[in-house]
């Protein structure tokens, strides 16, 4: 069965007003996009988080990675590259990158830590 997805679009568009000198207010626009996550222990060599095309909105460390450098991938191609030693409580957010055949966490063998991957499927 396939999960309902929502996404909610703000959006405040320009209005004439007597007020302003320009004769328009500010435009402005916010998106919230729910995803689903999963937490990646950094210490299984290879974790498929997503088999199949899908948006990569962040990653949150939830312990400390060791000294090794951790690439999430797209099936074998590096996409991003998390920091060796990056502390926990660190959120890195992206705006949707785009994973074409899959969402990979492929840490070094030796690596240690915990990750939360907010994605969504598409």
């Known amino acids: ?13 320009p209005v004439k007003t007597s007020t302003d000198a320009s004769g328009l207010k500010e435009a402005t626009r916010a998106v919230h996009t729910e995803t689903l ?6 210490a299984d060599n290879s974790t498929t988080v997503y088999d199949g095309p899908a948006l990569l909105f962040g990653v949150y460390v939830n ?5 090794h450098t951790c690439p999430i991938q797209d099936s074998s191609t590096d996409v991003i590259t998390l920091p060796a030693s990056l502390a ?8 949707g ?19 939360t991957v907010a994605y969504r499927p598409i």
């Open 37 to 42: 996550y999963k937490v990646v222990d950094v």
């Open 97 to 115: 990158i785009r994973f074409e055949t899959s969402l990979i966490v492929n840490p070094n063998d030796s690596g240690t830590g915990s990750i």
């Open 1 to 13: 069965m396939a999960t309902a997805r929502t996404a909610t679009i703000a959006e405040l568009v």
């Open 63 to 67: 312990t400390v990675l060791s000294a």
């Open 88 to 95: 926990a409580g660190t959120n890195l957010s992206f705006p």
